[in-house]
């Protein structure tokens, strides 16, 4: 079954769930699901921060509320399903997008820290899936956004926890989508895979499980990869958001907001897998705005 898209969506009164609020590309979801009539739960482990995008997001006129919540908890997500439906109603729209990153060479990486990337990244859309799509199955309508990367379609370089939680969501969200054809449900399913966004990822170690007592710098002297004369495209959370709602009225799964200039390292990476070649240098040097990026404080 191919899924009829949604012409002129009316997604007026309708409430979306939206995890990693507090700032970046879910806070600009947020503000423009509440620009669209929307109301808005936000959710963030940052409870200053959260409490700020809240009053963001009131000011548009929007109804809203937010809860502290740590996505890497089952039961904290059950309870914010929980609270959604009695503040707000019954979730149309899930936005399963808090993420965190860290950069080092794959060896270094402890336990400890791919527990918490993969905990945020991976499980967090887990439990967020297994929270609101049930209902969203119940109800026999809606729309799920995971927010994967341009990470979860080839490898970056020095990421590589964040690199392997990124391509399964990617992974996730096409079984969901599909499962959903199967079905014959009317939800709809879309996977973000930005590249270059102003945000702050590049601090997330901020949250990390004792980060206090060991502050965590980025060490990019260990990430070999030319920086000099690269050209980044780095877009706002704004002009994410706007892409995103648009795939959502236009029933998309993939959402690729820097498609240019991810086609063809993309294209490249899956010729040479079918052709049985080994990556090349060719891709890594496609992979170097990446780098330039977050050098420069960009994620």
Excluded at 81 to 88: N, V
């Amino acid at each position: 079954m191919v899924m009829a898209v949604n012409e002129q969506l009316d997604l007026e009164g309708k409430v979306a769930v939206i995890t990693g609020a507090a700032s970046g590309i879910g806070l600009g979801l947020a503000l423009y699901a509440a620009q669209k009539g929307m109301k808005v739960a936000l959710a963030d482990i940052e409870e200053e921060p959260l409490q700020l995008a809240l009053e963001q997001v009131r000011k548009t006129g929007a109804q809203a509320f937010a809860c502290r919540v740590d996505v890497s908890d089952a039961n904290a997500v059950m309870g914010f399903a929980a609270e959604t439906e009695a503040e707000l109603g019954a979730p149309w729209l899930v936005c399963n997008n808090a993420g965190v990153n860290k950069f080092k060479p794959a060896w270094e990486f402890t336990e400890a820290e791919w527990k918490w990337i993969v905990g945020v990244n991976l499980w967090g859309v887990i439990h967020g899936m297994r929270a609101f799509v049930p209902g969203l199955v119940s109800r026999n309508s809606g729309h799920v956004v995971n927010t994967s990367s341009a990470a979860g379609l080839y490898a970056t370089p020095g990421a590589a926890a964040y690199v392997a939680t990124k391509h399964a969501v990617v992974g996730l969200s096409e079984c969901l989508y599909r499962e959903f054809q199967m079905s014959e449900a009317d939800i709809g399913v879309s996977v973000l895979c930005p590249k270059l966004v102003a945000t702050n990822m590049m601090t997330a170690t901020r949250n990390e499980p004792g980060a206090e007592q060991r502050p965590q710098k980025i060490d990019m002297a260990k990430i070999h990869i030319p920086f000099d004369d690269v050209e980044i495209d780095v877009q706002t959370p704004a002009m994410i958001a706007e892409k995103v709602f648009k795939a959502i009225e236009a029933r998309r799964f993939w959402v690729l907001s820097h498609a240019e200039s991810m086609r063809d390292t993309v294209v490249n990476r899956f010729r040479q897998a079918t052709e049985g070649e080994n990556p090349d240098e060719t891709s890594a040097d496609q992979l170097s705005s990446f780098l330039a990026g977050t050098r420069a404080g960009l994620c």
